[in-house]
């Protein structure tokens, strides 16, 4: 059993933490202020391949593997947890339901285009009255003379207004009552599709996250993905890999409250001595190392597991849940090491704070991810 990570893999985590260190870092404190996305950082990012790291290059990625995405975010996310999730969704959401069931057309004028970061992607699963229940889906899809109308409303789209090509969840007719859905793709700008209201959020204020409305929204019949009444397959397989991602997000989050906890422990005198010398911080700095070693340990090995195209569905909500976790506990905790001046924007932690509560949301809550592992483990549905 080798727990070191290989070549590839140290050469990647240093090109992406140069890039967060060099190039986000300046910006990161201005654009989360004034709730500015970062459009150019983004651009940058895929000329690096970032935004198409674990698809292949006949399909316009980067050619690399699961592990090495959970890396990229990971790093990404240490600097900024916007510029990580923006990442996420567009790989993990936007990419991933084309790559899987898309046909050889689709995946030429959609896929190519988004896993080479020329194009941006969006996941639109998520109603006003279906959350983690999808069964609770409204919007509508009917057939018309070669057509597919949508109608409905989705929110909480990372992503809403700024991506160029959204993949967008709907009841079709022959599947009214039975709680199944079919997948749809959809291209900003299509007549009858608008972006609604844009969220203002707790954190993360430099990803854009809203509505996206559609009005007898016509979209050509053959952008159906996937077979009808299977988008319900499609969505789960495509969460289950999501939660790599928000995972990954997590840990660096936490990583990066930790270095900063830390540096500060050392730093910040009272009473003669560092603060980190008295038994209760020091012993906050060590449960925040021990942790974050953890859960760096549960997310790599679902990564690895997808790699090896092994089950992997338990391991990935096991390691969503568990990071997520610790980065709220981390994030909490660093913001209490700096007392007073972790509560004010003068210090990167509240942003780490406010930005980690996300991750116990996002891609199903903590709640769900329960559920889901008790499910696989016990073969019976949890209530």
Known sequence: ?????????????????????????????????????????????????LLGVPYPTEVGGTGLDT???AITIEELARVSG???????????????????????????????????????????LTEPGAGSDSRGTKTTARHDQGHWVLNGAKRFITNAGVADIYIVTAVTEREAGSGKI??????????????????????LH?????????????????????????????????LDGGRIGIGAMALGLAQAAYEAASAYAKEREQFGKPIGAFQGVAFKVA????????????????????????????EAAMAKLFCSEVARDVTNDAVQIHGGYGYVTEY?????????????????????????????LLGIRAS
């Not at 900003?188 to 959020?201: L, V």
């Open 82 to 124: 916007s510029v990580a999730i923006i990442v996420s969704a567009h790989t993990s959401l936007g990419c991933f339901p084309l790559y899987a069931a898309g046909s050889d057309a689709q995946k030429e004028r959609y896929l190519r285009p988004l896993a080479s970061g020329a194009k941006l992607g969006a996941y639109g």
């Open 206 to 238: 430099a990803s854009k996250t809203g509505e996206l409305l559609f009005d007898d929204c016509r979209i050509p019949a053959e952008n159906i993905l996937g077979e009808e009444g299977k988008g319900d397959r499609l969505f789960l397989e495509t």
């Open 67 to 69: 592990l090495s995405y």
């Open 348 to 376: 990167k932690v509240e942003r780490y704070l406010r930005d980690a509560k996300l991750t116990e949301i996002g891609e199903g809550t903590s709640e769900i991810q329960r559920m889901v592992i008790a499910r696989n």
């Open 287 to 314: 449960d925040m190392a021990t942790r974050i070693d953890a859960a760096r340990l549960l997310l790599y090995r679902a990564a690895w597991l997808k790699d090896q195209h092994l089950p992997f569905g338990t």
């Open 1 to 49: 059993m080798d727990f070191a990570l290989s070549p590839q893999h140290e050469d990647i985590r240093r090109t992406v933490r140069a890039f967060a260190e060099g190039r986000i870092a300046p910006e990161v404190e201005g654009m989360e202020r004034r709730a500015e996305f970062p459009s150019e950082i983004i651009r940058e990012a895929a000329k690096l391949g």
């Open 182 to 203: 079919s997948a749809f793709i959809v291209e900003a700008g299509t007549p009858g599709f608008t972006i609604g209201r844009m969220e203002e959020k707790m954190g």
